[in-house]
């Protein structure tokens, strides 16, 4: 069974960068057509998708994050990795990890998020 | 953008009713919506996706409808673990956006 778990620090100073890894286990990154990545969800509000990425490196990111957003993988490790700069209150949420795959046949792809981790709450305070 | 407006923003119901939650899209994206479910402190769970497939593991209760820009999610026959939020999100282009989300409440 699929499994993804994040982890990283649970409080960031405002300004500075909010960095979590997600591990994936039971089944490989490499050499798949999935997309691994990011998810956030502000203290009860709605998700917001941050961006993802493929075993390649091949990115994509939300326009409203781009500029303060990388996300990385380590196919070795099975390990998605996200960094934010700059960060403020508003960047405060549960991040979740969470794999994006697609209707085979369907064009242009359709892509649903169908395994999550367990998310990890990250404040943003000093 | 595409925005995602779900109706309505919550709803209280008993068990065994019928709960239909509906996801307008700011512009036609043919079938390309999925909907999930997240219980509090829980991660989302995906229902449904290309507007009505269910998900592998997700009872027939669930089902979906729609397309171009509105969409419909119907729960036949609420039972207790139902009660939680549901939130459609729309993957016909980037960035991927979710609806506000509904929650179903305990009548």
């Known amino acids: 069974q699929l499994q993804l778990q994040e982890s990283g620090p649970g409080l960031v100073k405002p300004s500075e960068t909010l960095s979590l890894t997600c591990t994936v286990s039971?089944?490989?990154?490499?050499?798949?057509?999935?997309?691994w990545g990011w998810v956030r969800q502000p203290p009860g509000k709605g998700l917001e998708w941050i961006g993802d990425?493929?075993?390649?490196?091949?990115?994509d990111y939300n326009p409203s994050l781009k500029s303060r957003v990388t996300i990385s993988v380590d196919t070795s490790k099975t390990q998605v990795s996200l960094r934010l700069t700059s960060v403020t209150a508003a960047d405060t949420a549960v991040y979740y990890c969470a794999r994006r795959d697609y209707v085979w046949g369907s064009y242009p792809l359709l892509y649903f998020f169908d395994y999550w981790g367990q998310g990890t709450l990250v404040t943003v305070s000093s | 953008d595409i925005q995602m407006t779900q109706s309505p923003s919550s709803l209280s119901a008993s068990v065994g009713d019928k709960v239909t939650i509906t996801c307008r899209a700011s512009q036609s994206m043919s079938s390309y919506l999925n909907w999930y479910q997240q219980k509090p402190g829980k991660a989302p769970q995906l229902l449904i996706y290309?507007?009505?497939s269910l998900q592998s593991g997700v009872p027939s209760r669930f089902s979906g409808s729609g397309s171009g820009a509105d969409f419909t999610l119907t729960i036949s026959s609420l039972q207790p673990e139902d009660f939680a939020t549901y939130f459609c999100?729309?993957?016909?282009?980037?960035?991927?956006?979710f609806g506000q989300g509904t929650k179903v409440e305990i009548k």
């Open positions: 290309a507007a009505s």
């Open positions: 039971g089944g490989s990154i490499s050499g798949s057509s999935y997309y």
């Open positions: 999100q729309q993957s016909y282009s980037m960035p991927y956006t």
């Open positions: 990425i493929d075993y390649t490196g091949s990115t």
